[in-house]
């Protein structure tokens, strides 16, 4: 059963703090993807990796970088955190790169409020 | 660069009543289509998916959805829907054969009076 952690259920932070978001999935999947989840917005998607070390921007990237130093495991990075960067943040993993039949694995999202 | 549409966005039902929730997306070529289901406190799962085939497929919970190409639809149905279906609903789309990265409907609220 595949399972995708995340570091923190919720998270409060002051605005200006640097924020580490953590994603580990157990199934050594090759991608991994960073959403934010806003009403009526929808997923957006802030960055995905392909393998480690690899990453590329999604729709929505700034004020937001990633580290995927282990295949297993992918970051998020506020560095300098906003009252607009509020939101749920889901981490996802999915298993075949060229695959796009492939379904993605969703973790329980962390939920993040700047003050 | 493809797009879907969910057009309900707040959808209130009573128990026993049946369901059908609207995805369609703009894309020309061959597409896998998925939904994906939030329930309260929970993670998205996926609800069922489609690649090939049969267009009418069938998912877990009792839940079926029909694609139809000539109308870049891929609607979610449900004959009978129960109190524990209140969940956020996700269509999402991928050209076939390209990249892996879906792109996301923005979702359908349903909830379901006992």
């Not at chain 1, 703090?17 to 993807?33: A, G, R, S, T, Y």
């Amino acid at each position: 059963d595949v399972k995708v952690t995340q570091s923190s259920r919720y998270l409060v932070k002051r605005t200006g703090e640097k924020v580490f978001l953590e994603c580990v999935q157990d199934m050594d999947h090759e991608n991994m993807f960073w959403y934010r989840q806003d009403p009526g917005l929808g997923l957006r998607l802030i960055y995905f990796s392909y393998d480690v070390k690899m990453k590329e921007k999604g729709d929505i990237p700034e004020g937001y970088s990633v580290s995927r130093e282990k295949k297993e495991r992918f970051s998020l990075i506020l560095e300098s955190a906003s009252t607009n960067q509020t939101s749920m943040y889901l981490c996802a993993s999915s298993s075949d790169r060229t695959g796009a039949a492939t379904e993605q694995y969703f973790g329980p999202g962390t939920r993040l409020t700047v003050t | 660069a493809q797009s879907v549409s969910q057009h309900n966005h707040h959808v209130i039902l009573s128990e026993a009543a049946s369901l059908e929730l609207g995805c369609n997306y703009s894309y020309g070529g061959t597409v896998n289509l998925f939904w994906y289901v939030q329930y309260p406190g929970q993670h998205l799962q996926l609800l069922l998916k489609y690649f090939s085939g049969d267009p009418l497929v069938k998912g877990i919970k009792g839940f079926e959805a029909e694609f139809i190409k000539s109308k870049f639809s891929f609607n979610l149905r449900k004959p009978s829907v129960q109190w524990s279906d209140t969940a956020e609903y996700f269509c999402a789309v991928n050209p076939s054969g390209g990249s892996y990265i879906p792109t996301f409907g923005r979702g359908t609220s349903l909830i379901v009076h006992p």
